[in-house]
């Protein structure tokens, strides 16, 4: 019998052109770039594209505040409204533009240049900018930052080789680096939306800082390569583990393969469930039980999960091939049901059910 494919399970499946980059959910609005340089919108509950904006690309981060997406593309930092697409205004920064996050008043932005006679990251910068696009100071940065944070009007800049711990930087006061009881390099962070910010090191363990003090957890001795934090944290390792904190219970699954994204997002029993996406010849999702760490769905893919974005009761994924997969609460909770019964019917069947999702909503 075959395994239902992450299709089946879809509300929704619509195609970006490229690797997908980002995924932002803003109302009924779901919004995707790629790295060829497509960024579109579409309307969740109806299916249909509502504008599509072409750039150079890479596209690679985003955020949004109100009804105005931000995203870093190539050397680039770019302002669009979701409403219509409009490209409210575009700034060149020196070297690759990385992270971008906003808050109610400015950006911080993050860039970096690659050294490709040392096959390393020689430096890199942080950015400050007004809402309207207007650059209000840059700073320095030695190396490249893998995580950034907005804390307090400050931003928290998580870093590599050759510091291995964080930087702080203002308009009153010069870059500021750190050292943390875990020495290795950060390879990913995420942070509460608030006031704490999560690391992860390259040889295990994840540091909390909070107010200016940091806290190492201790974990298995393995790449910490995704951290999502939704009410408590969640951590996937390279070794395949999967880990939770003390608010979902402090437990640990292997899931096998490299874990590449984890999210909080709908479950089979009417909860919040992790969601987890290992690569290994092909991509597998993985659905977890939040209290438990007991899986309750895996389903495989054949192209690389690239990026995840939820909001609520619905998760979408973004695929390397530059597919979209939308999938909704009720929706993936009737598809479970139909799985046994579904898998047995035909391909002409299969072939109309895609047919008919393609032209709006399953």
């Not at 533009?97 to 993050?110: G, I």
């Not at 930052?145 to 907005?150: I, K, P, V």
């Not at 089979?268 to 690569?279: K, M, P, R, V, Y």
């Not at 054949?302 to 597919?323: A, E, H, M, Q, Y």
């Amino acid at each position: 019998m075959a395994q239902p494919s992450l299709e089946f399970y879809s509300s929704l499946v619509r195609n970006i052109e490229g690797e997908c980059s980002f995924l932002r959910i803003s109302g009924d609005f779901l919004v995707a770039g790629s790295n060829s340089g497509q960024v579109g919108c579409w309307s969740i509950s109806s299916g249909s594209e509502f504008w599509r904006v072409e750039f150079e690309g890479p596209c690679s981060n985003s955020d949004s505040f109100g009804e105005v997406l931000y995203f870093t593309e190539s050397n680039k930092i770019h302002s669009i409204d979701i409403n219509s697409g409009e490209v409210l205004w575009s700034v060149e920064l020196q070297g690759s533009s990385d992270f971008v996050r906003c808050t109610s008043e400015y950006l911080w932005v993050t860039s970096s240049v690659y050294n490709f006679e040392i096959q390393d990251y020689s430096e890199g910068a942080v950015w400050k900018l007004g809402l309207d696009g207007t650059v209000i100071q840059s700073w320095k940065t030695e190396g490249r930052a893998w995580a950034l944070s907005s804390v307090e009007g400050r931003a928290l800049l998580g870093l590599s080789r050759p510091n291995c711990g964080y930087a702080t930087v203002s308009e009153l006061s010069d870059i500021k680096y750190v050292s943390l009881e875990n020495e290795n390099p950060v390879t990913v962070g995420n942070d509460d939306g608030d006031q704490r910010v999560f690391l992860g090191h390259s040889k295990g363990g994840v540091t909390e800082i909070c107010s200016g003090e940091s806290t190492s957890l201790s974990m298995a001795d393995s790449s910490v390569s995704a951290i999502e934090f939704n009410g408590g944290l969640v951590a996937g390792l390279e070794s395949g583990e999967v880990f939770v904190g003390e608010g979902f219970g402090s437990w640990s699954t292997d899931i096998g393969g490299s874990v590449e994204t984890v999210s909080i997002g709908p479950s089979l029993d009417g909860e919040n469930g992790i969601w987890a996406s290992t690569w290994s010849n092909e991509a597998k999702l993985t659905m977890i039980e939040l209290s438990s760490g007991n899986v309750k769905l895996d389903v495989s893919h054949p192209s690389r999960i690239s990026s995840v974005c939820s909001s609520g009761k619905t998760i979408c994924f973004g695929d390397s091939s530059g597919l979209i997969f939308i999938l909704e609460q009720e929706v993936l909770r009737r598809r479970f049901s139909q799985s046994d019964e579904e898998s047995d019917k035909g391909k002409e069947r299969l072939a109309m059910r895609e047919k008919i999702r393609g032209l709006r909503r399953g």
